[in-house]
Structure formats: C-alpha cells, structure tokens
C-alpha cells in the first residue's frame, strides 16, 4: 500500500524492498501516524532486507520520529532482518535523528549522500 497526498508520499517498492518518504510529515500525534506505521509493518512481513529512504523528506515532527523509532524496535526484535536508512546530510533533522535510530539498533545500517 502507498499514501499519496498534497505534502508527503510513502511508496513501497517491494521488489527492491525499498520505502520511499518525501516531503513533510507533520501528522498531529501517534494515531494519524498508525497508516505509515502499517505500510513500514506490511513491507517487513516478508524481508530480510529493508530500506527506508527519506533522503527527500524534508521534516518530520516528533511523533513521526517516534513512528521511526517504534519501528525500528519492531526491526531489532526480529533478529532476521538487515535494515538501511538512507538520508541526506543537508536534511538538519536527518543528521541527528538517524543517528538516534542507529542507537536503538546498532546493525542499523546508515547511507548519507
């Protein structure tokens, strides 16, 4: 499932295994972030390898930083899963928040362009 709207996009391609979000995500708390929560949980069902691109999304809020974070828990405890977070440098939110991500899931593997 893809969400397609007028500020941001999650796209998932599953023969990569590949996660697209662009734009920016300022959803107002947890409960409007459980759609991208499900589409991140629906491309893990199957994968032993995932990435997660957000090069092009510009801001996310804290709680969509905790969707990420939540996520990655979900990751780590699977124990099967090889997981790649591909941001940008020029991104401020990316630099800091990405590495926090790592933290929680020291395997994590992080790409910068």
Same mark, same amino acid.
């Given at each position: @499932?893809? &969400? =397609? /709207?007028? !500020?941001?996009?999650?796209?998932?391609?599953? /023969?990569? *295994? /590949?996660?697209?979000?662009?734009?920016?995500?300022?959803?107002?708390? @947890?409960? !409007?972030? #459980?759609?991208?929560?499900?589409?991140?949980?629906?491309?893990?069902? =199957?994968?032993?390898?995932? /990435? &997660? *691109?957000? %090069?092009?999304? !510009?801001?996310? =809020?804290?709680?969509?930083?905790?969707?990420?974070? @939540?996520?990655?828990?979900?990751? %780590?405890?699977?124990?099967?899963?090889?997981?790649?977070?591909?941001?940008?440098?020029?991104?401020?939110?990316?630099? #800091?928040?990405? #590495? =926090?991500?790592? %933290?929680?899931?020291?395997?994590?593997?992080? !790409?910068? &362009?």
């Amino acid at each position: @499932m893809d &969400i =397609n /709207t007028e !500020e941001y996009s999650i796209l998932h391609d599953a /023969t990569s *295994n /590949t996660i697209v979000i662009k734009g920016f995500l300022r959803l107002d708390g @947890m409960e !409007e972030y #459980k759609p991208i929560m499900d589409v991140l949980l629906g491309a893990l069902e =199957n994968a032993r390898n995932l /990435t &997660i *691109n957000v %090069r092009d999304l !510009e801001f996310l =809020n804290s709680s969509g930083i905790s969707t990420l974070s @939540m996520f990655v828990v979900r990751v %780590r405890e699977r124990k099967d899963v090889h997981l790649t977070l591909q941001g940008s440098e020029a991104v401020l939110w990316q630099t #800091k928040s990405l #590495k =926090n991500l790592q %933290r929680l899931m020291p395997s994590l593997t992080l !790409e910068y &362009i």
